[in-house]
T-cell receptor
């Protein structure tokens, strides 16, 4: 799987937007960009994913660069409950239905929300 | 109940015990997964099931034995574990196999082997 690079930590004020960057310069054309987060003492939680176009859901927005070598997870209005480690991962769709299903988490970005 | 549930949430067992972890998904998904998360180590995929058939086994020791009686339930049977098996065991499900599908995780079972 292609690798991703994220800042180790970020801080944001409560009720302000947060932009979490992810670099994936070796991304292939069949890689989906997934974001998960993990709150302390909880299992990972799916946030959003996309392939080429920007994506929006109730939790966040995903902005994908035109060359797909980077992406940004946008939390529009951070709350204290958004404090977590955020993981940006790539998943190769060429392996669909052939059993290579693992989610490979890197070190992620630890997001701290300041009240 | 909604989402993915796991029981028990915490388990302490001796090395000679036999126990089982249970996972249930209420999402109508076809694929289910067992992961292991140890302190300071990446998430490790253990087993993958699709429509009750095991499709992946990542060289997991035989002291871990999965069972998937139907597409909503997944078990992990444990016997003669080692202290290094202490970890958070996570169950997840997805609509189908494939990287276009997101995985939904349960809260995990915190296992301590003494």
């Amino acid at each position: 799987d292609a690798k991703t690079t994220q800042p180790n930590s970020m801080e944001s004020n409560e009720e302000e937007p947060v932009h979490l960057p992810c670099n994936h310069s070796t991304i292939s054309g069949t890689d989906y960009i997934h974001w998960y987060r993990q709150l302390p003492s909880q299992g990972p939680e799916y946030v959003i994913h996309g392939l080429t176009s920007n994506v929006n859901n109730r939790m966040a927005s995903l902005a994908i660069a035109e060359d797909r070598k980077s992406s940004t997870l946008i939390l529009h209005r951070a709350t204290l409950r958004d404090a977590a480690v955020y993981y940006c991962i790539l998943r190769d769709d060429r392996w669909a239905n052939f059993g290579n299903e693992k989610l490979t988490f890197g070190t992620g970005t630890r997001l701290t929300i300041i009240p | 109940e909604t989402g993915v549930t796991q029981t028990p949430r915490h388990l302490v067992m001796g090395m000679t015990n036999k126990k089982s972890l249970k996972c249930e998904q209420h999402l109508g998904h076809n694929a289910m997964y067992w992961y292991k998360q140890s302190a300071k180590k990446p998430l490790e995929l253990m087993f993958v099931y699709s429509l009750e058939e095991r499709v992946e086994n990542n060289s997991v020791p035989s002291r871990f034995s999965p069972e998937c009686p139907n597409s909503s339930h997944l078990f992990l049977h444990l016997h003669t574990l080692q202290p290094e098996d202490s970890a958070l065991y996570l169950c997840a499900s997805s609509q189908d196999l494939g990287s276009s599908y997101e995985q939904y995780f349960g809260p995990g079972t915190r296992l301590t082997v003494t």
